[in-house]
């Protein structure tokens, strides 16, 4: 059974960093690109980063290049580095998971087939 477990989120302050993680299980499940999403109040379900899992490419939604950083620290897991946080990253943030092959990165949520069920990170004056 597939499963993506999303940890991390918490109250944090503007200017504050925090690191989530995805942790992935199954032996059927082999990855082709892992990704953040965000879904704020009253918002769509947005991007955030993605990154090929082979070669380690990275892709970043313009509004957090700079501050963010997605990599691997093992074949499991998925992490997303936030730093500078801003008020505006409020949201609930899900792990996602594309097994089928593409070149480009994608960044909308119909291109993943796995989802986790989201951690809520809140940034704060």
């Known amino acids: 059974q597939v499963q993506l477990v999303e940890s991390g989120g918490t109250l944090v302050q503007v200017g504050g960093s925090l690191r989530l993680s995805c942790a992935t299980s199954?032996?059927?499940?082999?990855?082709?690109?892992m990704a953040w999403f965000r879904q704020a109040p009253g918002k769509e379900r947005e991007f955030v980063a993605a990154?090929?899992?082979?070669?380690?490419?990275t892709s970043y939604a313009d509004s957090v290049k700079g501050r963010f950083n997605i990599f691997r620290d093992n074949a499991k897991n998925t992490l997303l580095q936030m730093n500078s946080l801003k008020s505006e990253d409020t949201a609930v943030y899900y792990c996602?998971?594309?097994?089928?092959?593409?070149?480009?990165?994608?960044?909308?949520?119909?291109?993943?087939?796995?989802w986790g069920q989201g951690t809520q990170v809140t940034v704060s004056s």
């Open positions: 996602a998971g594309r097994t089928n092959f593409g070149l480009v990165l994608p960044t909308t949520s119909a291109m993943y087939n796995y």
């Open positions: 199954g032996r059927t499940f082999s990855p082709n690109v």
């Open positions: 990154i090929r899992w082979m070669d380690g490419t």
